[in-house]
């Protein structure tokens, strides 16, 4: 079965420190992998996917993410937080099911970036 | 550009009365559309699939006859919630899958259903 885990509810930082928000995956084949943020009563936005390729992905508002296939990871980065990235963030994994793409969403983590 | 849009965004309604959330891939065509169901702190849960002219695909444990689906155009996809309960509240949250574009999935920004 494909599923992704977000070990980690809630993460805290200050502000111009630099987060990591984890992801790990289960897959079969190659992963398509996404991350998505979250704000308050507010649908999911689009940050960054892997698909193939390098395997460092840049993303919107300066987020990036490390696929690494041995560790079966996909963690979420930033050089530098701000405040405003105070969100809900999650990790997905895509899978085929009778030709239909299907998302699997992690449980989500908590960013908490602190002034 | 992908915009997928919900309305309404927020709905208060009665016990035993239904509820009709629309979701609308404003600039492309959409033949397959999502919808998830997202509780307070949690991860989204997909409900059903619905494929444009066809009868949609629920996800185990969804009750299809209290959950009703219709994608009758490219465009439209409906989730109309049957004799709501208090149990049925939630943020409800549809996805458009846009063609030719990797199969990505654009997502709505979410109804909120609250059932008194």
């Known amino acids: 079965a494909q599923s992704v885990a977000q070990p980690e509810d809630q993460v805290n930082v200050a502000e111009g420190n630099p987060l990591t928000v984890k992801c790990t995956y289960s897959?079969?084949?190659?992963?398509?992998l996404f991350w998505y943020v979250q704000y308050p009563n507010r649908g999911l936005q689009f940050l960054l996917k892997y698909i193939t390729g390098d395997n460092l992905v840049k993303g919107s508002y300066g987020f990036e993410a490390e696929f690494n296939k041995s560790q079966t990871s996909f963690h979420l980065k930033k050089p530098s937080a701000l405040v405003s990235d105070s969100a809900l963030y999650f990790c997905a994994v895509r899978r085929t099911t009778s030709g239909t793409y299907k998302y699997i969403f992690g449980t989500g983590t908590r960013l908490k970036v602190l002034a | 550009g992908a915009v997928v849009s919900q309305h309404p965004s927020w709905v208060i309604c009665k016990s035993g009365t239904s509820v009709k959330i629309e979701c609308r891939s404003l600039?492309?065509?959409?033949?397959?559309m999502f919808w998830y169901r997202q509780f307070p702190k949690q991860s989204l849960m997909l409900m059903a699939t619905?494929?444009?002219?066809?009868?949609?695909?629920?996800e185990q444990g969804v009750e299809k006859d209290k959950f009703l689906i219709n994608h009758a155009s490219l465009t439209l996809s409906t989730l109309t919630v049957t004799s709501a309960h208090p149990e049925d509240s939630s943020f409800y949250i549809c996805s458009a899958r846009k063609a030719g574009f990797r199969n990505e999935q654009f997502f709505g920004p979410g109804t909120r259903l609250t059932v008194l």
């Open positions: 897959v079969s084949g190659n992963p398509y």
């Open positions: 600039d492309f065509q959409a033949t397959t």
């Open positions: 619905s494929n444009e002219g066809s009868k949609a695909t629920y």
